[in-house]
Nanobody, 125 residues
Framework: DVQLVESGGGSVQAGGSLRLSCTASGAHESRYCMVWYRQAPGKEREAVAAVGTDGSKDYLSSVKGRFTVSKDNSGNTLYLQMDDLRPEDTAVYLC????????????????????WGQGTQVTVS
């Protein structure tokens, strides 16, 4: 099994920044896809950003240029730097992973991830 723990959420004003972290433990390898999702009340869950096996990154169009996804050197912690936050970014942010590999785009567009963190709330006012 894989365990994921997120941290870093909070409340900020529009235009502010937050940095989220997601640390994987257990049967996780640095080459596996890791994806940030978000879910706002009344909306479908959407894949926000992902880092692929080759280090490539892919983003939801509405966050391009504002959010930056990265991993630490061990490949077990996923970050999401969120700048110029907007009220529409308000959501619960969750990270997901699985024993699968691919490019950042392939990882982000993939579905059926079985391993999820508990989520962290981001509120932008």
């Amino acid at each position: 099994d894989v365990q994921l723990v997120e941290s870093g959420g909070g409340s900020v004003q529009a235009g502010g920044s937050l940095r989220l972290s997601c640390t994987a433990s257990g049967a996780h390898e640095s080459r596996y896809c890791m994806v940030w999702y978000r879910q706002a009340p009344g909306k479908e869950r959407e894949a926000v950003a992902a880092v692929g096996t080759d280090g490539s990154k892919d983003y939801l169009s509405s966050v391009k240029g504002r959010f930056t996804v990265s991993k630490d050197n061990s490949g077990n912690t996923l970050y999401l730097q969120m700048d110029d936050l907007r009220p529409e970014d308000t959501a619960v942010y969750l990270c997901a992973t699985d024993r699968r590999t691919g490019t950042g785009s392939a990882c982000r567009y993939s579905s059926g991830y079985p391993y999820w963190g508990q989520g962290t709330q981001v509120t932008v006012s």
